[in-house]
Structures are given as C-alpha cells and as structure tokens.
C-alpha cells in the first residue's frame, strides 16, 4: 500500500524543486529501475504491481501505481532513489558540455549516449534541464545509473581550470570530417532554440559542425541529441 | 473567428483516423508552418494570432488558439493542410527504411535527418506510427514540408523491387566503421523496443552496428534516431 504522506511526496517529486529539497528522484520502467538498482545509487521506496524480492518493495495495486505514476501511461515499478553525491572527475580526456539545454528527452538520449560510447559524465550549464527530469530519467533508458550530471554555474572558470583544446559545436563552423577530432578535449552544445551562451561563444574560438549536406533550402539545424551522436561517431570511430 | 465545425474537425485531426478520412494534417509554429505554405503542400486554413498576409489566413484571438491546438503550449500560429499525393521515387542512391518505429518524436527527428542529409523520401513500415502525427511534425521541425514518408505493407517484395544491396542495423552487427558504408544501398532500422521484424530480419543477411565502445555494464542500445544520425554521417562522410 501506499500511504498519503509517500503518495503526496512522489507527486512532488515531478517539480525540481522538491527532489533538491529531499534529495530524491524516480524512476519507473524495469529497465531504468533495474539500473538504478544495481548502481551505487541508494533505494528509498520501491512499489511494484508484482511481486519482487527487494527489501525495499512494497506491492502496490495497479490502482495505486496509477495514482504515483509520472506519466499517463504507468510502468509495473516505480522507485524513488537518493539523488547520488558524486564527484566530479576532471581526468577524463573527453568532456562533453551542454549549454541551456532545454529539453528532456533530448538530455537523456545523451546521457544514452555518453553511456554507449564510454564516457561516465557530462558537464550541464545551470538552465540545463534536470537531469532527474522523470522525461530525461525515462529517455535515458538507464544510462542515468551510469552517467552523473554536473551542473556548473561558472563554466569558463571550469574550462580555464581543465584546461583543454575546446570547440563550439555550430552550424557553419569547420567541417567535423575535416580533421580527426580528438577525444583529448572539450566540446560544447548550446540549446536546441538559442544556441551557445554569448558569454561562453565569445570564450571559444574554435567553431566546428556537421556540414549540411543539402546544400539548397534544407533543413536549418539538427537536433542537438543527433549532433552528439555524430560527434561521439567522429572522435571514436576507429 | 474559428467556427464549431473547424474547431471539431482541427481537434479530430489529432487522430489518424480521421487524418486519412479528411485527408488533412495539423501543423503548429511559425517555423513548420512556414516551411509548409513554402512547399507544394496545399494550406487549407491558416490561423494566427497575429496579422498576417495570407489568403487561407484567419486571425483568432489566444482563446480559440487554445482551443484548436493539439499542444498543452499553443503556438501564434496552426494550419491545416492537405495531406500530399507523392509518389515513390526509386531512383535515389539511398533507401532508408523504418519498421515498426513507435515513437513519433524519433519519427520527426530522422525525418530532420534526412533533410539535412539531402534524403527527400523515407520508407517506413505500415505500424510505423504516421509522419503526420502532431509530435511528429513538431519534431520534424518544417523537414516534413520537405521529405515524403512511404508507409509500404509489403516491405520484402519492395526490397526485391529495388534490388540494392541491403543492411540491416542491429547491435553486435559488423562495425559500421569497418568498411565505407555505400550510399547506393538500403538500410533498415528497427522499433526500439523490438528490433527488426522475423520476416524481414531472416531476409537480409547483413547485419550491421554501431560498436558499443564500453565493453561491460554499458548502455544496451542506442535510440533510434541517434543510430540513424550515425549511419548518415558514415555514409556520406568525406
């Protein structure tokens, strides 16, 4: 059963607000949940339609798991976990950073990403999304087990202090197939609508994209998941 | 002023059914509404809040636009426009098939692809959710106006049909940086949840993938129009 008090505090947890006062997330899904289970990451509740061996299951009926669900279409488990402490590890040679990412499917395909080409963070400006979004949690298909998220407010101090080459990811920057891009450096996106930040724009001098292959009344942009894919492509691709 | 009939009939139109009986699709946002009465897609009514020069354009005032639009967040601007009559070019050098994808926003992303790529036709299997879905179109951001979805019932005798040589993408697949992936091909992707179909996958036999680069407790698949933006780069790469 679920009682009153977890009911309202999961449906909390959808506003940012919340999990940053509780330190708390969910996760639905077997597969995410699975994840997040079998991760460092620690269990606070766990509600399933089934039965389940966890010691901190409960079995819930599908009437209840309707009411805590995030989304119209509930899942069989639902978790609510501590949202992890973790350190941010400046020996990685690559770093990817996001700049005003706003949407949360988007997020967590990259973090999907990030996870499949090997890389265990990604450094987000703070008007990125939330990386415990429940949409970017979903999109992430687990990989948010894997991948830690830090949101930085001063970024160029962060790039000065890392101290890498650094690129600017941009429509009509020089073409990505031009020279082998280097997983020794830092690559920045900016927001599906806005772009870079000026501030950190004006920072980098490198500006380098995915030529358009349509040379004539095309499309104008890519979305910002697939240019990371294609990045990810480049630099590891062997 | 939208009158009771095009405010029922706008609405109904969020459903394919009604989509294929009308003929008509919803399109939202100046971007893709532009894009569209740019093409030779037919407008059948345009509209906006705000004044524009038009002749299918109406003004509305923001409470009606609520009411008419397929989103939580209306937009300035909605058209209505005629689903288009295209038919099948098979001269191109590239067939990319879709078979089985669910998800509309994936949908309208590849869609985004193969503009940017210079694709103008995609090939998708007939429980491939439709290209006029309203998220699908959002998603295509105007790419829609711009390239034509093909839903065939019988993929294998079309695949006969064409007679190229024929990948299917699947994990653990020959890495698809091993050789140079061809243009003149056809490459079939899968839903995200259950890969390619029996009958088509026992009728191809090469199978190809993007390397999962972390070897242990990593992502298990990439999304699908992340792949699909993967396979494009590799293509036409140069």
Redesign the interface.
Known sequence: MVSKNQQKKIIQLKQKKYRSKFGLFVAEGE?VVNDLINSKIECEFLFSIRNISHPKALKVKESEMKKISHFKNHSSILGVFKIPDIKLNNRNKLTIILDGISDP?NLG?II??C????LDQLICSTNTVDCYNPKAIQ?S???IA?VSCHYISDLLTYIDLINKPIFKAEINGTSI?KNQLQEYGTYVFGSESHGISEELKSNIKNKIG?P???KH???????V??????F???I???
Do not use: H, P
């Not at 009344?217 to 979305?223: F, H, K, P, Q, R």
């Open positions: 597969k499917g395909t999907r990403l996870d499949w080409f090997g999109s298909m687990g990989s894997r197939y995915i358009n292959f349509k009344n095309g499309a104008e942009s890519l979305n998941a697939t240019s990371v894919a294609i990810f492509s480049e590891y691709r062997t």
